[in-house]
């Protein structure tokens, strides 16, 4: 992670410089301290060069001088458009177009004067989200090529208000990018049991990590997760991350209800003997992202020791055709009784999800279910890739998801419910079957899941077009985006804790 | 439509159909229903005869009934009773809203459409009216005049939507309009030549390939009202095989119903004339066939539209959003409504979305949205609102137009790039756009209406006219 550090807004001697400036922003703009002091030490080349780029300070407009003079080998301005009501996401974009223009410098000082404490904390999460690389397998790549920014200084008059607030960004941002790596992660390195591993590891955060394997979850009868798991070489894994916070926080035990996360994590989805055509299945390595969200998102609670009691809980398998995998026609039997006609070995998130989530609500009774999955490409044709689709039974917690996607630029957005496509999932032979057809695709997934929430406060996050991005947005580069995490957290912060 | 006949009592029906609460079987049929089962479940039915006829039960539950219940369960009478020439449907029970709304299932129910048929189907239906019994005649036949032209209006539209695209050419389409005057509305075509002068360049590159040249027709309902109209502008493609990005052949026939907008507009207007209701309106319809010709618009080219902006043709298949980006224009700037409503079947991308169980609704202006959602659910005719971001937009920059009209790769949410490709036609007023691809028509019968057109929109936009813009 990048290194960031606070300090008093001062021209630096040397090295790189980013101004934050605000829409017609002058020196004498309370965001233009460091402006003015950079013109009068280059006598006057900073002023006249962003003149010349015709530099006014439009959100998200950018203009970089090289070498301008007084030292400085870069001088970065970046436009935050009005400042009177910039949302934290703003100033987090702003951060992020910073570190895209560092690329080439090893340190910089970011001035934010005229900002909050708070604020000039966002303005770090966005120069850290956005430096982020998955750089494990580049063993080639030239020196000279690589991004160098390490270090960023962000100067602000109220340091120490910027620390206490970049403490808690800074453990979401690190769950942000431990979601990123296991996201990018080969499915021949990252398979359940590696992933499972990995989860073990946060134990160090003071989570309680349990794992179930194939025998224990047989004994459970999970019969609709086994029946994945079951071509597979790799062993499947169910993980059980609990963090109690809250009872931590008032000295006591923790309460019966905590807060449920329930992740997909198919670590490589052929589509099993429903096989899917090769062209892009590369991609679906990413079809753990579900999962790779709930992982980051526990690890952003405890990291930032939230007041909250929370479970996290995925379904780890592997989605592979062979003698032994299921076949379409097969009818399994789910851990809630009900029996399901598995029409197409490619609708497989369901299943597995329709096991963890009716253990989480049997063992754990909790507030509510939130679970995500990577789960349908009919959500891409629905939303595209700007909102993930959301599904619940519960309106207020409806209204708190799409709250706190707004907030943090993770947008959902709700999709319908209802009798009329829970009948597309009738089956002839069994309780029911695990698709119902193109029309409505997402949907009849969601139905689906509804069936094995047992009517407790559920939400269902279909992000199957926006855990991976082909193109970098500010705070996101192209790749793996962690999303969810931060919009979970920012819900359970505005909402749950305290 | 059937004959709706209001009274008493019904001296001739040979069947007769009893809306029945939950545990409130009549005394005389109480035995025959519990050896049947029947208990008055919501949705479950019982036939019953006796020596009065037959008798139907009509299961309501529990709940207190709202209209979507009795007109569903009017639709079941009709459904079960279509062989029978002639039925009583025993509304005493109901309030006037509520029987009218039974009167009103059945009739959307009865419809079919036999005109091309040279002899008559086997089991062609032999219902042709209905005694709605009530011991309040007057109220209820004050319900029934408001209800049953939201009825006559959907059955219009059903009827255009039915007719294949040999039938109802662009010409044949207007020539349907005309004796809509006889109900007060002003009928006005706008010809080629009209649509060359007044530069409607998008709708006609879309009409370009076909022998049957494209055309654009206004209706205007008055009003008595001091206000401006508010508009419903639809989409008439009279045969879509998609130009020269030719569509597959299977299903390919479906495609004479993409003219389903342009019919729910048209008949939305019938139903506010048949009622004479006191708001101005407009239905604009750019009608055209997309046809595959050796003078069709191509992949590549770029339009002129109305607006004066540059479109990018990307994929001739997505022709609907070019002759309604048209359409909105040019409503906008000539007669400014108040509101402006687009019905289209647009894309399947809002299929895959949503199903055949909403229409996908877009908006630029949310209270708009939320009573046109309201409108939906109290008609039986629901719609789900449905996002444009901002990356909707931008994925349609042209490197050489003002605009591209769709996105050609796979797996595209193309429902959400349509209506972002409209609003750049509409300007500042409140508008709201129906996706009614998945609703339009139907493979099978539905609780409304038999296999076919469902006229969806119609009964709708009279509902949000009633609700909403009644008063200046």
Not at chain 1, 171 to 191: H, I, M, T, W
Not at chain 2, 39 to 53: H, I, M, S
Not at chain 2, 320 to 325: E, F, I, M, Y
Request: aromatic share 6%; proline share 5%.
């Amino acid at each position: 992670m990048l290194d960031i550090a606070f300090a008093k807004p001062a021209l630096p001697k040397s090295g790189a410089l980013v101004l934050l400036l605000e829409e017609g922003a002058t020196g004498a703009s309370p965001t233009g301290a460091l402006l003015a002091a950079a013109d009068e030490a280059t006598g006057g080349a900073v002023g006249r060069a962003l003149a010349a780029a015709e530099f006014k300070g439009r959100r998200g407009q950018t203009a970089t001088i090289l070498a301008p003079g007084a030292g400085l080998s870069r001088v970065v301005a970046v436009g935050l458009g009005k400042l009177e009501g910039i949302a934290a996401r703003q100033l987090e974009d702003a951060g992020g177009h910073a570190a895209a223009a560092l690329a080439r410098e090893p340190a910089a000082s970011v001035a934010a004067p005229g900002l909050s404490g708070e604020q000039a904390a966002h303005v770090a999460m966005g120069l850290a989200l956005r430096s982020y690389r998955f750089d494990r397998y580049r063993t080639t790549e030239k020196p000279e090529d690589k991004p160098k920014l390490a270090k960023a200084t962000v100067l602000t008059g109220e340091i120490p208000k910027a620390r206490d607030a970049w403490a808690g960004l800074k453990a979401v941002a690190e769950g942000v990018f431990l979601s990123r790596d296991l996201v990018s992660e080969p499915a021949n390195v990252l398979n359940p049991a590696e992933m499972a591993e990995r989860c073990r590891k946060l134990t160090a955060l003071g989570l309680k990590v349990e794992v179930f394997g194939p025998k224990e979850m047989t004994k459970l009868g999970f019969g609709a997760l086994m029946g994945v798991a079951m071509g597979s070489a790799n062993e499947p894994r169910m993980v059980v991350m609990t963090w109690n916070g809250a009872g931590a926080a008032k000295g006591k035990k923790p309460p019966a209800k905590p807060l449920a996360f329930i992740g997909k994590g198919v670590t490589f989805d052929t589509g099993g003997i429903s096989i899917k055509p090769a062209a892009g299945m590369e991609d679906m390595k990413w079809d753990m992202g579900g999962a790779g969200t709930v992982v980051g998102l526990m690890a952003a609670l405890a990291g930032r020791k939230a007041k909250v009691d929370a479970i996290g809980i995925v379904g780890l398998v592997e989605n592979m055709p062979s003698g032994t995998a299921q076949r379409p026609g097969d009818v399994v039997k789910s851990y809630s009784g009900q029996t399901i006609e598995v029409i197409n070995t490619d609708a497989e998130g369901r299943l597995v999800l329709a096991d963890v989530l009716w253990y989480c609500q049997q063992k754990y009774d909790p507030r509510f279910m939130v679970d995500l999955a990577t789960l349908t490409g009919a959500m891409i044709v629905a939303l595209g890739h700007e909102y993930a689709g959301f599904f619940s039974n519960d309106d207020a917690l409806s209204q708190q998801l799409h709250a706190a996607g707004e907030a943090t630029g993770e947008k959902v957005w709700r999709m319908p419910l209802g009798d009329a496509y829970d009948k597309q999932i009738k089956s002839d032979i069994a309780d029911m079957k695990n698709v119902g057809g193109r029309p409505g695709g997402a949907i009849t997934a969601a139905q689906f899941i509804q069936r094995f929430v047992n009517g407790k406060p559920w939400a269902h996050l279909d992000v199957a077009g926006t855990v991976w991005s082909g193109k970098d947005s500010p705070t996101v580069p192209k790749g793996a985006t962690a999303f969810g995490v931060r919009l979970l957290d920012r819900m359970v912060a505005e909402h749950y804790e305290g | 439509m059937l004959e709706v006949r209001i009274g008493r009592t019904a001296p001739s029906a040979s069947a007769t159909a009893i809306p029945v609460a939950q545990g409130a079987v009549p005394e005389a049929l109480r035995d025959a229903a519990a050896a049947d089962g029947f208990t008055g479940a919501a949705g479950t039915d019982c036939e019953v005869l006796t020596g009065q006829g037959r008798m139907l039960l009509l299961g309501l539950g529990t709940a207190a009934p709202v209209e979507e219940d009795l007109r569903q369960a009017g639709a079941r009478a009709a459904a079960a009773l279509i062989g029978v020439a002639h039925i009583a449907l025993d509304a005493r029970a109901l309030r006037a809203p509520l029987a009218a709304a039974f009167a009103a299932g059945a009739c959307l129910r009865a419809w079919r459409f036999e005109r091309l048929r040279g002899r008559p189907a086997e089991d062609a239906p032999k219902l042709s009216a209905v005694d709605l019994v009530t011991d309040q005649p007057d109220a209820v036949a004050a319900a029934w005049r408001h209800a049953s032209a939201g009825v006559q209006g959907a059955l219009f539209a059903r009827d255009l939507v039915a007719e294949p695209g040999n039938e109802l050419t662009p010409q044949e389409f207007a020539a349907r309009l005309q004796p809509l005057a006889r109900h007060g509305i002003a009928i006005g075509i706008l010809g080629k030549a009209e649509l060359e002068r007044q530069g409607l360049g998008a709708l006609l590159a879309v009409g370009q390939g076909s022998a049957h040249p494209p055309l654009m027709a206004v209706l205007r309902w008055k009003g008595r009202l001091k206000a401006p109209p508010v508009a419903f502008v639809g989409k008439g493609i009279t045969f879509d095989t998609g130009g020269l990005c030719i569509k597959g052949a299977e299903g390919m026939e479906a495609m004479r119903g993409d003219m389903a907008g342009a019919a729910a507009a048209a008949g939305a207007i019938l139903a506010l004339a048949l009622r004479n209701s006191p708001a101005p309106a407009l239905a604009v319809l750019p009608i055209a066939e997309n046809a595959t010709g050796a003078a069709s618009y191509r992949p590549g080219d770029i339009l002129r539209s109305f607006s004066g902006k540059t479109i990018e043709v990307v994929d001739t298949d997505a022709e609907g959003r070019l002759v309604l980006a048209d359409a909105l224009a040019w409503t906008a700037r000539q007669h400014r409504p108040r509101a402006m409503i687009d019905l289209a079947t647009l894309t399947g991308s809002i299929v895959t979305a949503l199903g055949h169980h909403h229409a996908g609704l877009f908006d630029n202006n949310a209270a708009l949205a939320a009573r046109v959602a309201e409108a939906g659910r109290d008609v039986g005719e629901p719609a789900w609102r449905m996002p444009i971001g901002e990356g909707h937009r931008r994925d349609l920059d042209s490197a050489i137009a003002d605009i591209r009209h769709c996105l050609s790769d796979r797996m595209q949410p193309d429902a959400c790039h349509g209506a972002a490709f409209l609003r750049d036609f509409v300007g500042d007023i409140p508008w709201a756009h129906l996706d009614i691809a998945g609703v339009a028509s139907r493979a099978g019968a539905e609780a409304l209406h038999a296999q076919g057109p469902s006229g969806y929109g119609v009964r709708l936009l009279d509902r949000l006219v009633a609700t909403h813009f009644e008063t200046a």
